[in-house]
């Protein structure tokens, strides 16, 4: 990987990861840190994980030590590559949480509500998801007692689906491994598109290889009342318009800011979640994204330090300046203009944490719905197969 707009060669990282049977290799130029590409090596491997599981990958290089893994992964390729771009890019996987679709909390609610009702035995995850952003999702009761739904599976399920079009075609069944969750098992996935568009997505995670109808049944339940109700049009058009822009917040110097909630009751077992607006000038050209993303990894790696962590971060760039501070309820990465002073900047977000405040509802999803499907002993499988070319994903529908 090459920072943007050199050419030189003799100061690049590298950064080698180890997992099991598996070397991963980054050569990088950026301003990432070692920790930020460790990170990035061990989220293709849980990537490749997510397709193969750990047990089958594991199993074949004790059967063969000089396997070449490229001959399972054969169709990967793009999803893979798509991964790398996300990492660089996406805050999501920057911060380890999920960005919501903002959305009046009633609409989410009524949403959360009718995935809770749309159930079958073994279901454990609904998840609607609209423009690659989150809209809600439902968790089965006592899965979660034991395990959440982690970011990163959510994140590395999102890739490979936006990833593939074959999951544009139709209704698609196929194993899918959550590896945060259990890195040795599969889910049975359901996964279908809501909208001829292809951006709003229902996936339901099942237990049961055997449930494809009646998983089925239960997508049609939730499509049959978001067509009632307008559901899925008020998604759509949410979807046209910007997120929303950081002119919003009243605070003339501000261009930019991520924000990560952290004082969530452990309780309610969500998703980490995080808020940003759409990027606007003079971060409208990709350069321009790419180094205002440069330099928010700067800050992520300041502030989390393994030797020295900071809590605050004052930092004039080139173009720029930026703050970043982390408290026990909050994580905040800001970009205003170049001129703003630490006072200055102090101040403008003291006016953003209380427009956050005001919009919390419609940013985030505060109280996750569950719901309690009664257990099918004996035709649930979270086991994993026997064997890694079992897996079926780059050919598999139903």
Same mark, same amino acid.
């Given at each position: 990987?090459?920072?943007?707009?050199?050419?030189?060669?003799?100061?690049?990282?590298?950064?080698?990861?180890?997992?099991?049977?598996?070397?991963?290799?980054?050569?990088?130029?950026?301003?990432?840190?070692?920790?930020?590409?460790?990170?990035?090596?061990?989220?293709?491997?849980?990537?490749?994980?997510?397709?193969?599981?750990?047990?089958?990958?594991?199993?074949?290089?004790?059967?063969?030590?000089? *396997?070449?893994?490229?001959?399972?992964?054969?169709?990967?390729?793009?999803?893979?590559?798509?991964?790398?771009?996300?990492?660089?890019?996406?805050?999501?996987?920057?911060?380890?949480?999920?960005?919501?679709?903002?959305?009046?909390?009633?609409?989410?609610?009524?949403?959360?509500?009718?995935?809770?009702?749309?159930?079958?035995?073994?279901?454990?995850?609904?998840?609607?998801?609209?423009?690659?952003?989150?809209?809600?999702?439902?968790?089965?009761?006592?899965?979660?007692?034991?395990?959440?739904?982690?970011?990163?599976?959510?994140?590395?399920?999102?890739?490979?689906?936006?990833?593939?079009?074959?999951?544009?075609?139709?209704?698609?069944?196929?194993?899918?491994?959550?590896?945060?969750?259990?890195?040795?098992?599969?889910?049975?996935?359901?996964?279908?598109?809501?909208?001829?568009?292809?951006?709003?997505?229902?996936?339901?995670?099942?237990?049961?290889?055997?449930?494809?109808?009646?998983?089925?049944?239960?997508?049609?339940?939730?499509?049959? @009342?978001?067509?009632?109700?307008?559901?899925?049009?008020?998604?759509?058009?949410?979807?046209?318009?910007?997120?929303?822009?950081?002119?919003?917040? @009243?605070?003339?110097?501000?261009?930019?800011?991520?924000?990560?909630?952290?004082?969530?009751?452990?309780?309610?077992?969500?998703?980490?979640? $995080?808020?940003?607006?759409?990027?606007?000038?003079?971060?409208?050209?990709?350069?321009?994204?790419?180094?205002?993303?440069?330099?928010?990894? *700067?800050?992520?790696?300041?502030?989390?330090?393994?030797?020295?962590?900071?809590?605050?971060?004052?930092?004039?760039?080139?173009?720029?300046?930026?703050?970043?501070?982390?408290?026990?309820?909050?994580?905040?990465?800001?970009?205003?203009?170049?001129?703003?002073?630490?006072?200055?900047?102090?101040?403008?977000?003291?006016?953003?944490?209380?427009?956050?405040?005001?919009?919390?509802?419609?940013? $985030?999803?505060?109280?996750?719905?569950? *719901?309690?499907?009664?257990?099918?002993?004996?035709?649930?499988?979270?086991?994993?197969?026997?064997?890694?070319?079992?897996?079926?994903?780059?050919?598999?529908?139903?």
């Amino acid at each position: 990987k090459e920072g943007k707009g050199t050419d030189k060669y003799y100061d690049h990282k590298l950064v080698f990861v180890q997992q099991g049977p598996l070397v991963l290799v980054s050569v990088s130029h950026t301003l990432q840190s070692e920790l930020q590409l460790r990170q990035e090596l061990l989220y293709v491997y849980d990537q490749i994980i997510s397709m193969l599981t750990q047990a089958s990958i594991t199993r074949i290089f004790e059967r063969k030590k000089n *396997y070449d893994l490229r001959r399972l992964l054969t169709g990967s390729e793009k999803i893979l590559d798509r991964l790398l771009n996300l990492v660089e890019s996406d805050p999501c996987f920057l911060l380890g949480a999920v960005r919501c679709l903002p959305l009046a909390a009633s609409l989410r609610d009524s949403l959360g509500t009718l995935l809770q009702k749309a159930i079958t035995p073994n279901l454990v995850f609904s998840i609607l998801v609209a423009g690659s952003q989150l809209v809600t999702t439902v968790q089965e009761k006592t899965v979660i007692e034991d395990c959440r739904l982690e970011p990163t599976d959510l994140h590395l399920l999102l890739n490979l689906i936006g990833a593939t079009s074959a999951f544009q075609t139709g209704e698609i069944w196929t194993p899918i491994c959550l590896p945060r969750f259990n890195p040795d098992c599969y889910f049975y996935a359901y996964i279908s598109y809501l909208d001829s568009e292809c951006t709003v997505c229902l996936i339901l995670l099942s237990t049961d290889k055997d449930s494809f109808y009646s998983v089925s049944d239960c997508k049609k339940h939730i499509e049959e @009342g978001m067509r009632t109700q307008n559901y899925l049009q008020a998604l759509s058009s949410g979807l046209k318009s910007p997120s929303y822009s950081v002119g919003l917040v @009243g605070v003339p110097d501000l261009r930019h800011f991520m924000y990560k909630p952290l004082d969530i009751p452990d309780n309610y077992r969500q998703l980490p979640q $995080f808020t940003s607006p759409e990027l606007e000038g003079p971060y409208c050209s990709e350069n321009e994204r790419h180094r205002l993303f440069d330099l928010y990894h *700067y800050l992520h790696d300041r502030i989390h330090s393994t030797s020295r962590p900071l809590r605050l971060i004052y930092h004039v760039a080139e173009k720029e300046t930026l703050l970043a501070w982390v408290t026990s309820k909050f994580e905040l990465y800001t970009c205003f203009n170049p001129l703003v002073t630490k006072a200055g900047a102090i101040n403008v977000l003291t006016k953003l944490l209380r427009w956050i405040k005001k919009e919390e509802d419609r940013l $985030f999803i505060r109280y996750p719905p569950k *719901y309690s499907t009664t257990p099918n002993p004996g035709k649930g499988s979270r086991g994993p197969r026997t064997d890694g070319t079992e897996n079926g994903f780059f050919g598999g529908g139903h």
